[in-house]
């Protein structure tokens, strides 16, 4: 019973220092990160700009460095303006509207069709790449580093020419051409699927007199910092799985200690930035080695970038080569992903979505969800048929561990009995029934494990609802618009009868309190703790879970609440098969009989 009673002190003290934590550490980061990134958009604004806001060009891009490593000035131009100051090839498909700029032939004005910033429909749609112009500057570029001999290489300044005035679509590509004063000819045709892919495909033709040598890079570069809080359980900025260096995941704020960090050298996989729904990531061809970087420039207007840089490509004098490079820009969705891995064979493409170490438990889960959701049309229906699912696949370990609870209950007599042979001989008292837990076959702490088993499943679960983009305003009943976010209501405003708003930590919604109810419940169907320590852990476990639990998505909380109306009936069931009395409403009434005597 000592080691009992220590683990749920154990239990108890962990709760308490993950409040704290919250509350004394992670909010006041979170609002330190904030008011610093404020600052720094503020100072940008008044900075000026360079002409195209951008890293200087490399010039006719002699000298072998990869674009990106010169200062470009702050901008306080809107991004309307930035958009309508070059010339431009409109994109316009059933997920994208935007426009490629020719100059630099830069994706860097893209809009998702499907996403709204809130769950309002008429709210703006999700804007993910802006000219470097603008203040929340983010694109992706391919080109060239060339030498002497290759002349002007397409670069970030270089103007390329439309073949034609159509537009970008599913079934148009757009062609854009580039000679340089050598007589090097490049002609590139992009291309886009019906979801978020782009297909480029370079034609470089030498008509010059000598052999060029050329080397292929490509970079996102994104020259603002998201001002959302960062999450320990969600990864956020530079990624990529390159090659035999298999997945590498790079903190923006790694890059601003040590400016550059390189991987090495690798063949096959992507790179690129990514956001908890959206990502921007390149994928050069598949066969030929490139040495990649993620870099944080800061000699001017901040700046993140993720890039590569293949091997120079020798092209001899009337002699053509291809290249053929994918530009990912979109938003996160699992089934669209896993097609383009299997379609490009892109390796490890799936790790965009940030599906932690137990991928092997989370991924399988939300595929559950997800088959649910195209049935029903509800996630919220979706989460309680799968918790139907966990429950059967637990049975077998739940039910042994509910009989148990069960044939503690028949030895309450016995228990009593050695309560009233051994008084004030607490030692003696544990060892007695410590010895009867023995010669009963049971454990003491089967109460626990059924609450126990629900962690691993909660994570998983909580992982699910967080970062996949499926959930992400995904609508419940009533009052829940967002399974991806906390319940709204709170209890300390009457659940919005009352016209104030409350603090955050107050915000105690109805489902939190459901959660919190059911918890109780279930704990009430196991007899009390015969340790006072112990009886008042079971006492407050519920509340501090309610509070805990009410920041938490709405999905996850109504999770809980429906885990744990099963697991009621559940213990109900095998309680009443062994022929046990269920006492919950004995143990209701005797608890709070006994707080109103002791008033």
């Known amino acids: 019973m000592q080691n009992n009673r220590n683990y749920f002190v154990a239990i108890a003290l962990s709760v308490l220092i993950l409040i704290a934590w919250q509350f004394l550490y992670v909010n006041p980061k979170i609002e ?13 604004a008044g900075a000026g700009t360079s002409a195209d806001g951008t890293p200087a060009a490399t010039g006719p891009a002699t000298n072998g460095a990869l674009p990106g490593a010169t200062v470009p000035g702050g901008s306080s131009e809107n991004r309307d303006e930035a958009v309508a100051r070059s010339a431009r090839v409109a994109i316009d498909t059933p997920e994208l509207s935007g426009s490629i700029n020719l100059t630099g032939a830069r994706f860097d004005d893209l809009r998702l069709k499907r996403f709204h910033e809130t769950v309002d429909k008429s709210s703006p749609i999700i804007t993910l790449w802006s000219p470097a112009e603008s203040p929340d500057g983010y694109f992706a570029e391919l080109g060239y580093v060339g030498d002497q001999a290759s002349g002007q290489v397409p670069g970030p300044q270089t103007v390329w020419t439309q073949e034609g005035d159509g537009k970008l679509t599913t079934t148009t590509p757009v062609t854009l051409t ?49 001002t959302g809080p960062s999450i320990y359980v969600l990864h956020e900025g530079f990624i990529g799985v390159l090659g035999d260096l298999g997945l590498q995941e790079v903190d923006y704020s790694d890059t601003e200690k040590s400016t550059t960090i390189e991987p090495g050298k690798a063949t096959g996989g992507w790179l690129g930035i990514t956001d908890k729904y959206w990502a921007a990531a390149l994928v050069p061809p598949q066969a030929t080695p490139y040495e990649t970087r993620f870099s944080h420039f800061s ?47 892109i390796k490890q493409f799936d790790l965009m979505i940030d599906w932690g170490w137990f991928w092997f438990f989370t991924k399988p889960m939300f595929q559950l969800m997800d088959y649910f959701y195209r049935y029903f049309g509800n996630f919220g229906i979706a989460i309680l048929l799968t ?78 609802i967080y970062v996949t983009i499926e959930m992400r305003h995904a609508p419940f009943f009533g009052w829940i618009q967002d399974l991806s976010a906390p319940d709204p209501t709170s ?14 930590f107050l915000l105690i919604g109805i489902w939190p309190i459901v959660m919190g109810i059911t918890m109780f419940l279930q704990m009430r169907m196991n007899p009390t703790p015969p340790d006072p320590t112990q009886a008042m852990i079971f006492n407050w476990m519920p509340l501090i879970f ?19 109306l099963l697991s009621i009936t559940q213990q109900a069931i095998i309680m009443k098969r062994h022929g046990v009395k269920i006492e919950l409403f004995n143990n209701l009434k005797g608890l709070f009989g006994k707080k109103a005597g002791s008033a």
């Open 491 to 504: 209890l300390f405003n009457l659940f919005g009868l009352l016209p104030y708003d409350v603090p955050h």
């Open 299 to 345: 000699d001017g207007r901040p700046r993140y970038q993720a890039d590569y840089r293949q091997d120079a490509i020798s092209i001899a004098p009337g002699q053509s080569t291809e290249l053929k490079n994918l530009v990912f820009g979109g938003a996160k969705e699992v089934p669209i992903i896993d097609r383009y891995e299997t379609e490009y064979s």
């Open 32 to 44: 330190a990160d904030r008011a610093a990134l404020e600052l720094q958009q503020t100072l940008d």
């Open 546 to 564: 309610t509070f805990m639990l009410a920041s938490f998505p709405a999905g996850l909380v109504i999770y809980w609440a429906w885990n744990n």
């Open 178 to 226: 580039f000679t340089n004063d050598k007589g090097v000819t490049f002609t590139r045709t992009v291309s886009v699927d019906d979801h978020y892919m782009f297909t480029v495909a370079d034609t470089i033709e030498n008509r010059s007199d000598a052999a060029v040598s050329i080397s292929p890079y490509g970079r996102v570069t994104r020259l603002y910092k998201p």
């Open 387 to 464: 918790t139907i699912v966990v429950k059967a696949l637990f049975f077998p370990l739940a039910n042994k561990q509910y009989a148990s609870m069960a044939n503690m209950k028949k030895i309450q007599p016995k228990m009593e009995e050695l309560k009233a042979k051994h008084g004030d001989d607490r030692m003696g008292l544990q060892q007695a029934m410590m010895q009867l837990y023995k010669e009963e076959k049971i454990n003491p702490l089967a109460g626990c494990w059924p609450i126990l088993l629900q962690i691993p499943v909660f994570f998983a679960l909580y992982k699910v």
